[in-house]
């Protein structure tokens, strides 16, 4: 991997990157974990407002040339165990033409600093089992819990 990502700005997602921001999510959403269209213009427009809000819901670019390269979104939520929250790394994704160049760590890193500055005293996420190259990253990053995600749609 070469690591020239310090050409790559992280900051807060903004307003003004609504078109990036979209298009980055449309990619994820068809390249990512479910390999279809992203969902509904309804809920696209709630959770970009939301990150706007920046309650529970946040969400972190990667800028460069002025154009956003890669997102993190980050849901931080109470647990039974600490009176800390926690925080969900929810979606992570690279544009194509920038990815083995440290961009995905470097959002992780920020989403790192972020959750550490918001009070979290872990930041945790799931993968799908057969994504062998966010395997590569995620073991360079944090540790692999030993637990499965069981679910059920309702």
Known sequence: MIDNANDVAIRPLEADDRADWERLWVGYHAHGPFGGSPPPAAVTDATFARFLAGDEMQALVAVEGGALVGIVHAVFHPVTSSD???????????A????????????????????????AF????????????????YDRVASRSGHIVFRRAL
């Open 84 to 94: 800390r929250p926690v925080c969900f790394l929810n979606d992570l994704f690279v």
């Open 96 to 119: 194509e033409t920038v990815r083995r160049r440290g961009v995905g760590r470097r959002l992780i890193e920020a989403l790192y600093d972020l959750a550490s500055a918001e009070g």
């Open 122 to 137: 872990r930041v945790y996420w799931h993968m799908q089992v057969d994504n062998r190259t966010a395997a590569e990253l």
